[in-house]
């Protein structure tokens, strides 16, 4: 309940033909906002995209030293001054496999997303959830379970809809940012104690654009300092 499902639009990348050469009419920038430092875990599997990008050209480069909405808004001018088409935010502390970009370009969808586990401050609160937050509920308040991403993939769906989420591994079409308001990211907290976090922020400029956001139920990433059960096995720590 409260969660829609997609079906799978795959995607073709096509080429055009000048002078005899061919040339990739999708390029991905790889963006990662950070305070300081990346993970070399993180590095290691931002190369491995890079050797298994099919069909589409891919660079890569980082905003340091800023808040993180800050960081997340000259990530995206960065992308436009390489000449991207996508933006792929890449957060310092995920892990993922090297076909994951792959799987997230098959989609002809505007914002697509991978997923991990949510990063919660207190040991003692045990729930399993993840990043993502599901349609129809108010504020943000409730996340999808990595037990329902299994359960919407056995069922046959690589795509889900979702209310919003966090940025740590996304895809998103460059061209949307020309129809939205800036900023596109910002960081509210409200006189009650509450937050509305960058990323959900953008969600919220998102769904005033009727432009739907996705997860690919197949790209589970890790969160490094974070346990999590199945999905990629790799690095993850108390």
């Excluded at 991990?116 to 108010?138: A, S």
């Excluded at 989420?165 to 129809?179: A, H, M, N, P, V």
Aim: aromatic share 12%.
């Amino acid at each position: 309940p409260g969660r829609q499902k997609e079906v799978c639009q795959w995607h073709v990348c096509y080429y055009s033909i000048i002078d005899g050469r061919r040339i990739m009419d999708k390029k991905v920038i790889v963006m990662t906002p950070c305070l300081e430092n990346i993970y070399v875990d993180t590095q290691k599997c931002i190369w491995d995209l890079w050797k298994g990008a099919d069909g589409y050209d891919i660079d890569y480069d980082f905003i340091r030293g800023h808040s993180v909405d800050r960081a997340r808004n000259l990530c995206v001018r960065q992308a436009m001054r390489l000449g991207g088409t996508h933006i792929l935010f890449v957060d310092n502390d995920m892990t993922f496999g090297p076909d994951y970009l792959n799987k997230l370009m098959e989609h002809d969808v505007e914002v697509v997303m991978g997923y991990y586990d949510h990063r919660n401050p207190d040991p003692h609160d045990t729930r399993e959830r993840t990043n993502l937050c599901k349609l129809g509920i108010v504020n943000y308040t409730e996340q999808i379970t990595p037990a329902e991403m299994d359960e919407a993939r056995e069922e046959g769906y690589d795509l889900v809809q979702v209310k919003g989420g966090g940025l740590g591994f996304c895809l998103i079409d460059l061209r949307i940012f020309s129809g939205l308001p800036y900023p596109w990211f910002d960081f509210h907290e409200y006189s009650d104690g509450n937050v509305l976090s960058e990323d959900l922020f953008f969600a919220e400029r998102c769904k005033y654009a009727d432009i739907p956001i996705y997860a690919d139920t197949r790209c589970y990433c890790g969160h490094i300092f974070r346990k999590r059960h199945g999905g990629y096995d790799t690095v993850h720590q108390d």
